[in-house]
C-alpha cells in the first residue's frame, strides 16, 4: 500500500459468562488459559501479567503473512479492569495501535464483561469493522473456555 492514511475506530463488545468476575478475570491472567481462548499454540505466548509487562505472540494467516501482537500492560485492577496498548504488525508494517480496557462487572451469577478499543488503523490494511469481528470471536472463545473449566470442575 502506498498511500499512508490514518482511520481512528472505537470499538465496544459486551459478553456476559456464567463464571465470576474472579474467574473471568483470571483466563486474562493465566498464560495457559489465554493461550487456549487466543488460539495461540503452546508455548507460543509471552505473558508478564503485572502493570509495565508485556505479551506478546505471533502467528500466520492462511495466505502466509505473518501478524505479530505486542501489548503492555497499563493498569489492572483485579478482578475488576485491564487497561493495556497494544500493536498489531502484519509482516513488517505496522497496520494499528490500540488502547484496550475489559471491565468485569459482577451480574446475577457470572460476570458482564464490557471490552473497548479505540484504534488507530494505519495506511487500510485494517478496517475497525474487521478487528470488531475478530474480538468479538475471541470473546465466544473465551466464554467457551470458561464453559469447559466449569465443566470440568
Do not use: C
Not at 456464567?18 to 493461550?35: C, G, L, M, Q, Y
Not at 490494511?125 to 464453559?147: C, F, T, V, W, Y
Amino acid at each position: 500500500m502506498s498511500e499512508r492514511s490514518v482511520e481512528h475506530g472505537t470499538i465496544v463488545i459486551e459478553r456476559r459468562y456464567p463464571a465470576s468476575p474472579e474467574r473471568t478475570f483470571a483466563a486474562w491472567a493465566d498464560a495457559a488459559a489465554k493461550a487456549r481462548w487466543l488460539g495461540v499454540p503452546d508455548g507460543e505466548l509471552e505473558l508478564d501479567f503485572r502493570v509495565g509487562g508485556a505479551e506478546s505472540h505471533n502467528g500466520t494467516l492462511p495466505d502466509g503473512r505473518v501478524y505479530t501482537y505486542q501489548g503492555v500492560y497499563q493498569d489492572i485492577v483485579p478482578p475488576r479492569r485491564i487497561l493495556y496498548t497494544y500493536e498489531m504488525l502484519l509482516d513488517d508494517s505496522r497496520i494499528s495501535i490500540s488502547l484496550a480496557t475489559a471491565e468485569f462487572t459482577p451480574e446475577h451469577d457470572g460476570t458482564r464483561l464490557v471490552y473497548t478499543e479505540q484504534g488507530a488503523f494505519l495506511d487500510g490494511h485494517e478496517p475497525p469493522a474487521r478487528r470488531d469481528e475478530g474480538m468479538g470471536s475471541l470473546l465466544d472463545a473465551l466464554g467457551k473456555e470458561l464453559q469447559s473449566e466449569q465443566q470440568s470442575r
